[in-house]
Every structure is written in C-alpha cells, then in structure tokens.
C-alpha cells in the first residue's frame, strides 16, 4: 500500500518518519518549493528526536513533491496535516484544509478505484460533515462513503515527543464517515503502532470533540494541581507534592503536579476553542473559561510574588529552562515570557539557560530594549541575585548549588534533592511553607469558618 502526506512541516516529516518505519512507501507533499527542494537535495535536519534517523535509512521509499495530482494517483490513503491557526471567533480556521481537499478532491475526479482521505489536524467539532466533506465531494464529483472514504484521525503528541506520540500513543482515535474507509486506516495504524493501544472508532463529529474535550482537560488538572501549590503555599507546615501524591491514586499522575503555568501552541487555544463552541450551541463555557483565567492568575500570583524579591534589590536573575516545556525550543506562552515581560525594575537583567531554546529566547527581545543574555552553562543562572527553576531539565540534578549560598533560588518543580536545598539559606520550593505556625489574620478567618 502507498501513502501520500499532505503537509511536510514537523508533524507532517514524522508522520512520514513513522510510516516508513512501518515499511509504507510515501509520497510527501508540500506548497512550500524551498521547503521540498532543501528535502529533496537533503539540506534539512529534522529536530524531533529519531526522526533523522529514520528518515535517512527509509530514503528510497520517500518522494517529496510539489505534485499534488502525482501523489493522488500513486497512493490509496492521503493524510492532511496542515495548520488550522486560531481566527477571530477563537475557533480553528479550516483554510489550509479545505485548500489541500480541494487539490486532492480536483484529482481524484478521473482517478479510478477507491482513495481515502484523511484529516490530522486538530478542527473545530463539526467541521469534517459540515464543511470539509462536502467540499471534497464538490471538487471530486464523488460520493462520500461510496466512492471516496474519509476520517478524523488526530494525534494526541508533545512537542519534543511527536515521534512518540505516534508509535506508541495511549490510544488511536479514528473518526469514521464509513467502515471502509475506517477498517483502511486502523490496518496502517497498526503497522505504525509499536504498543499494544487500543483503537476507538465513531463518528467524525464525535472525533473532533474528544480530541478537543482530551487537551483542555489536561489544562484543568494542570490548574486544579497549581490551585494546591498555591494552596500549600500559603498555609503553614504544607508540601503540595503530599497532597497531589496521595489524590494520585484516585486521580492520577498524568499532569498533575503543582509548577508553573501551562503555555506553549496548543493547550491555551484549546480552552478558547471550546468556549467558542460552546457558546455557538448556546451553553455557557463556564469550565473552560474558567481555567483559561486561573492559568492567567496563576502567572500573576507567581510574578507578584518574585516582584516582591525584585522590589528589594535584586536585580540580575537566572532562568533555566525558558521553553514552554521539556524538550522543544517552542517559547510561545512560556512562563519565562510572561516573567521577562512583566517584571519590573531599572537595570533588571535576565540570564537564560536552555539547552534548545536560548537563542530562540534572546532573539525575542533582540531589539526591545530587555537586558537578556544566554548562559553557556547552567551554573552561570546561579551566579545572579534571583535564580529561578522554571523547567525540570534533567541538568538541574548536576548543579552544584552549596556553591552559591548568596543566590535565592527559587524551585517551581521542587527539583532540589532535600538533603540539598536544606542546607541553601535562599532556597524557596513553590508550594511548600515551612512556617511554624499561622497568622493572626488567618486565625481569625478561621474562627469565622470553623463556627
């Protein structure tokens, strides 16, 4: 069976990556002509971890083009996976979709047999029956479910883990307009699997809410665990990390340790995406605001509590780990963002340390006055009046903070072993209180809920 990708970006070339692997031989393609001539003349490298590799050993059974007719007429299944960016209504545009249809759907109009059509990226629910199929019916002159197959087929991966994510996936989410279309794309993703997940099929329509509805659920255990390290934060004689380690075995551990805020290209537009739906069937979006408000109060409460170290003097801090996660050198919505940008203070400067994502950090504020400036080595983030912990890097374990009894360093994660920070006179976990006792102003609130 020969496959065809629709989309060569980083999903899109692991995607491919995987399919090789699993022995397909695949046609990718592509609008951008410089991106498919550096592919073809192998000036590209591919930043997701194992896919050079398997790219550079499964050559020969990979084709990049700009042909779209061609790579139609040599494959049975065509994946889509393009970006459907945020629009004004806080949805997902379909645009670079139904463009990609539109060019498959023009050559499948004379292309003899039965070709499944298959969309990957993340849609609003509704879209597959309402606005993507009868547009592929139109530009094919085919019938949906008789001619042509379609399915939902999204992907549920991590930035730095795509590969991952696709071999090895908690489970596979098809959504299908026909069982035939449906049995074909469940025989390749087996092929692909390297685990035993399962694979749950339904409707299109019922597809596009689960993949919506499984990230911004995410996004509320990842509040709810950072509404605890607030908590703990505040009362005396508390660790957040007793209290989500005991509700883990009813809840849990998947994201829900207290830290930093969520960020990064997906979670925070989800949880806009589903407050828009809902309010276009009329239900009030009442959850997913909600978290969406607690993740924004969650980095103020953060910053107000550093502006606070900054205010009495310090001015020059430390930050390792400025990705919006482990692993990428993605910084949108990061917390180090959201710190560098609101922290005020004449004469503040920023030392950065991440391991893929510094430069990428430093070129943000190249021309906006910031004082930010990348670190060759960790340790450097701990010669700074403020060191702040922002990402669990695995280098965190290799610092030598005895060495640095000056700095206040502050632990978002609790990284620091306990037989370390106990002995750093600056140290400060999140979500840890070491006082003894409470306030009188608390007290007296007690009283008044304990009567």
Request: hydrophobic residues 40%; charged residues 20%.
């Amino acid at each position: 069976m020969q496959v065809s990708v629709f989309g060569i970006g980083k999903v899109g070339i692991t995607l491919i990556a995987s399919l090789l692997k699993a022995g397909f031989k695949v046609t990718g393609v592509d609008t951008d002509k410089h991106l498919v001539d550096r592919m073809n003349t192998d000036q590209i490298t591919f930043g997701e971890p194992g896919v050079q590799a398997l790219i550079d050993a499964n050559r020969a059974r990979l084709t990049v083009t700009l042909d779209a007719g061609y790579a139609v007429s040599c494959s049975d299944l065509s994946f889509i996976i393009v970006p459907t960016h945020t629009n004004e209504s806080g949805g997902f545009s379909n645009r670079y979709i139904l463009d990609a249809v539109r060019s498959i759907g023009k050559h499948l109009a004379n292309k003899p047999g039965f070709h499944t059509l298959v969309v990957v990226s993340t849609v609003m629910p509704g879209s597959s029956i309402n606005d993507i199929i009868p547009v592929l019916e139109q530009a094919s002159g085919k019938t949906a479910g008789i001619d042509i197959g379609f399915c939902y087929n999204p992907l549920f991966i991590a930035q730095g883990e795509i590969l991952k994510g696709i071999v090895t996936p908690d489970y596979i989410l098809i959504g299908e307009h026909c069982k035939k279309s449906g049995n074909l794309l469940e025989s390749i993703q087996k092929k692909l699997l390297g685990n035993n997940a399962p694979i749950v099929r339904m409707n299109p329509t019922e597809a596009e809410i689960t993949k919506l509805a499984s990230n911004t659920h995410e996004t509320m255990r990842v509040s709810f665990s950072n509404m605890l390290a607030q908590t703990c934060n505040e009362m005396p004689g508390t660790n957040v990390d007793n209290v989500t380690n005991a509700l883990s075995f009813r809840l849990g551990k998947r994201f829900f340790k207290g830290a930093t805020p969520y960020g990064g290209p997906c979670w925070p537009r989800d949880n806009i995406a589903l407050s828009s739906l809902l309010n276009s069937i009329g239900l009030k979006p009442l959850i997913p605001e909600a978290v969406h408000r607690f993740n924004q109060y969650h980095s103020q409460y953060l910053i107000e509590k550093l502006q606070h170290l900054v205010n009495s003097g310090k001015r020059t801090i430390g930050l390792i780990g400025v990705a919006y996660k482990v692993g990428t050198p993605l910084i949108e919505e990061s917390f180090a963002l959201e710190i560098v940008n609101r922290l005020t203070g004449e004469g503040l400067e920023f030392v950065i340390f991440d391991p893929l994502a510094s430069d990428v950090f430093q070129s943000h504020y190249r021309h906006t006055g910031k004082q930010v400036r990348t670190a060759n080595e960790a340790d450097e983030c701990l010669k700074q009046s403020i060191c702040l912990l922002l990402q669990p890097l695995p280098v965190i374990g290799k610092l030598s903070f005895e060495k640095y009894q000056d700095t206040t360093v502050i632990d978002y994660w609790r990284m620091v072993p306990k037989n370390t920070s106990d002995h750093l006179p600056n140290y400060l976990a999140f979500g840890v209180n070491h006082q003894k006792e409470f306030d009188a102003p608390f007290l007296d609130t007690l009283k008044s809920l304990t009567s």
